[in-house]
């Protein structure tokens, strides 16, 4: 691969981007609408064991990364992931810790 020219501008967004992947709760928010189906907070809430207000942060900062989006359905909103590419980067970094542990053992 060969170098990158990236602006000063363009460094600072992205690493604002993968700030975001940088939260546990984040992850498992991302982890549990990798099956593509749109969940309601309420929903994400329970299967994750958290309560809705931290769950509903939680998707406000994912949904302003661009890594969620959001749908309203009757009373409820429903999010899920944004593209393919969030999936690939969760895939990408699990592939890259298990080399990791590979290395390291």
Do not use: W
Not at 67 to 84: H, I
Request: aromatic share 8%; net charge positive; with cysteine.
């Amino acid at each position: 691969m060969g170098s990158y020219n990236v602006s000063e501008s363009d460094l600072q967004k992205l690493a604002r981007f993968f700030y975001v992947f940088s939260d546990g709760t984040r992850l498992r928010i991302i982890l549990s609408l990798l099956d593509r189906k749109s969940r309601c907070v309420n929903n994400v809430a329970q299967t994750l064991g958290l309560n809705q207000p931290t769950v509903s942060q939680q998707l406000r900062i994912l949904k302003d990364a661009g890594l969620v989006k959001v749908e309203r359905d009757k009373q409820f909103f429903r999010y899920s992931l944004a593209d393919e590419h969030v999936e690939q980067l969760i895939r990408i970094g699990l592939e890259h810790i298990a080399e990791q542990k590979g290395v390291l053992a």
